[in-house]
């Protein structure tokens, strides 16, 4: 046993006098408070908890805890050298402080150690995010066969690791066997109780996970939470913790261009990582429909805060390694590298110089592939498909989408010397013979050409020759009339789907004046063939929505009713839309089993309390709140409703 041997009485720089202890227990490696101020008591012999508790806080009416020991600061004051255990580095070595800071919020983590520090201890559980519905809770102190008998021949006595007890850990991480629970729990004691481990009552029989995989796992977890514990990580907190998640997202391929989370992505690459049995192992389920599930909460925006066994699974999903994690720096691998981008404008006087400084990402509506948008302050705009492998890339321009004040500036200039020509101009300019005439007639300076070239053609709205070479091929076509008597607007829409579209965006009265006339709905719908019998659907479909919604309502996942989700399963999703008035039956029907938000909320609270009483017996309120998924905002007819079960099942 190592002691410290103090005499005396110390004031403090407040002023405030302390009494100085005659001894203390030095706390060994790794051992949690708890077990100190237990060997303490133990060894200075004092009969009354209370007499403990004044000696070592100050005060009789300290609850002595486990994981976050309150007024620390008073008992570092008892020590001639402050900096022997400063209230800091008992809460960093022998606290389980530094297993939940990293993902705190930097307010939370402050207000957390001055309670610690100067506080009663209470209220720290819900600050830390430790609460009566919280994961891998264990039910009192643990320990490792294998670390007994290493401390007692080390240190001839046994005591309790801060290691064992965080949740989540199952077995040593140095030994790999399996923790066990001391045969003393508080439960059967005091509160004010101090449990010294006795080496006379532990069970020293090694225990090991069978399965290797499931071994590995945990071995997994319980490394990670060492290295959260011992590692100085007082730089970390939520957010600088989220933002890494962002880019290592966005590296992986789960993050869109824009920043959006691909959340389904997300779900089946770590369901498929994991597996669901080993998640359920660490109180880690995940119902994907659920949208305040877990894992949407750790990679979306922090609202609050998320147990650090699921940060621990998913910074190991992410990267293989917690330590990894916190000592690289990783970067977001952007598609078109990091800013300043080069000025593509040829007239600009920063021409190819790194001065755009706004890039805006979108994905290529058929191949999904980047396209970056590249904004100047000279009013020039271009875009390019990447992503950018080479760094000749960054020079290259796919489209021009505005050229600019500058670039439109320099072609008056140019125009109004009145000595060169169209194509000598295209080539001063970047740009070909066609966008030289455009630009001119939009700058009404089209007299300063020097070119006998026509612009009206270009005035009808034409993007090339071509497709005026392709409207003029229509007229000259339109024998397919005569060669298919009968034919119909959309029949000849499909037979010249481009020269069509020329003609519907640059000569629409052409159209009119030359293609069948259009044929009204009702006209085309006339006859035994093209009508609807109403009465007869409305029947119909009424058979289908009532077999599709006793479905719904008998399997095992609760869906809300709606009419989507009612259009969707039987396939009538637009006669459902378009059609309602003219299915009386069906509407009625609809409109009577539909399910607001709250009435969802309400059916899936009593089949969650139906099944836990099944499983369970009894419940708590906590318990339903957390398998609904609900909100704290929930309405007050919820809550009365959960109440009701409640008293119902667990009379």
């Known amino acids: 046993m190592a002691t410290i041997p103090i005499q005396g009485l110390i004031i403090s720089e407040l002023g405030e006098k302390y009494k100085v202890l005659s001894f203390f227990t030095d706390p060994y490696e790794d051992e949690i408070f708890y077990s100190a101020i237990a060997r303490y008591h133990y060894y200075y012999g004092n009969n009354d908890c209370k007499d403990t508790l004044f000696e070592i806080f100050g005060s009789k009416n300290v609850i002595p805890t486990i994981e976050f020991p309150s007024k620390l600061e008073y008992l570092s004051q008892q020590f001639y050298s402050k900096k022997l255990y400063s209230s800091e580095y008992l809460i960093r070595k022998h606290t389980l402080y530094p297993f939940y800071s990293p993902f705190l919020p930097h307010s939370r983590q402050v207000l957390i150690q001055n309670e610690m520090k100067y506080g009663d201890g209470k209220g720290i559980f819900a600050q830390i995010g430790v609460t009566a519905g919280s994961i891998c809770r264990k039910s009192g102190l643990v ?207 920063h021409f190819r110089k790194n001065v755009i400084t706004e890039c805006i990402i979108t994905p290529d509506f058929k191949t999904r592939q980047p396209v970056g948008t590249f904004t100047c302050s000279c009013g020039f705009i271009y875009s390019r498909k990447g992503p950018d492998t080479l760094e000749k890339d960054r020079y290259k321009i796919g489209r021009i989408k505005q050229f600019g004040s500058t670039w439109e500036s320099k072609l008056k200039e ?39 070239m026509s612009v009206e053609k270009d005035t009808l709205g034409t993007k090339s020759g071509k497709s005026l070479e392709l409207g003029e091929l229509f007229k000259t076509d339109l024998n ?22 020329w003609f519907y965006r640059n000569d629409k009265k052409w159209i009119e004046q030359n293609f069948p006339k259009m044929i009204p709905c009702a006209e085309r719908n006339k006859g035994a063939a093209g009508h609807v019998d109403w009465n007869l659907r409305d029947i119909e479909l009424l058979k289908e929505i009532e077999v599709e919604y006793k479905k719904l309502t008998e399997q095992d996942k609760s869906i809300r009713i709606t009419k989507s989700i009612l259009g969707k399963r039987t396939g009538k999703s637009a006669a459902l839309d378009m059609n309602m008035d003219k299915l009386p039956r069906t509407k009625a029907y609809i409109g009577h089993i539909v399910e607001t938000i709250e009435d969802f909320q309400i059916r899936r609270i009593r089949e969650i309390c139906k099944q836990l009483y099944e499983s369970k017996g009894s419940f708590k309120k906590w318990e339903v709140i957390k398998k609904a998924g609900l909100q704290p905002d929930y309405s007050k007819k919820v809550d009365e409703a959960i109440n009701e079960n409640i008293t119902r099942y667990n009379v």
């Open 414 to 452: 140019l125009l109004l010397l009145n000595k060169y020509g169209i194509r000598e101009l295209g080539k001063l300019m970047s740009c070909d013979a066609k966008t030289i005439i455009r630009y001119s007639s939009k700058l009404g300076m089209s007299s300063y050409l020097n070119s006998k």
């Open 143 to 349: 320990y490792c066969p294998k670390c007994v008998l290493d401390d007692k021949e080390k240190y001839r006595e046994p005591y309790f690791h801060r290691i064992h007890q965080l949740q989540g850990v199952q077995i040593c991480p140095e030994h790999k066997c399996m923790l066990k629970n001391y045969p003393i729990t508080r439960n059967k004691e005091s509160r004010i109780s101090f449990i010294m481990l006795d080496y006379e009552k532990v069970d020293l029989n090694f225990e090991y996970i069978n399965d290797e995989k499931t071994c590995e796992f945990h071995n997994m977890v319980s490394k990670s939470a060492f290295y959260l514990i011992n590692s100085d990580l007082s730089g970390f907190n939520q957010k600088l913790i989220y933002e890494k998640y962002q880019k290592l997202l966005g590296n992986k391929g789960l993050m869109t261009y824009n920043g959006t989370i691909k959340q389904k992505e997300v779900f089946t690459e770590f369901i498929s990582y994991y597996g669901l049995e080993i998640l359920n192992q660490l109180d880690s389920h995940i119902e994907f429909d659920n949208m305040s599930n877990w894992l949407r909460m750790i990679t979306e925006k922090p609202k609050k805060v998320i147990h650090p066994v699921r940060h621990i699974l998913f910074i190991n999903f992410l990267t293989g390694s917690i330590k990894a994690f916190f000592e690289k720096e990783f970067e977001l691998i952007r598609p078109f590298g990091t800013g300043p981008w080069p000025c593509l404008n040829p007239v600009s006087k």
């Open 480 to 501: 397919y009339i005569d060669r298919n008597p009968g034919c119909t607007r959309k029949d000849i829409r499909s037979a010249f789907k481009k020269q069509y579209a």
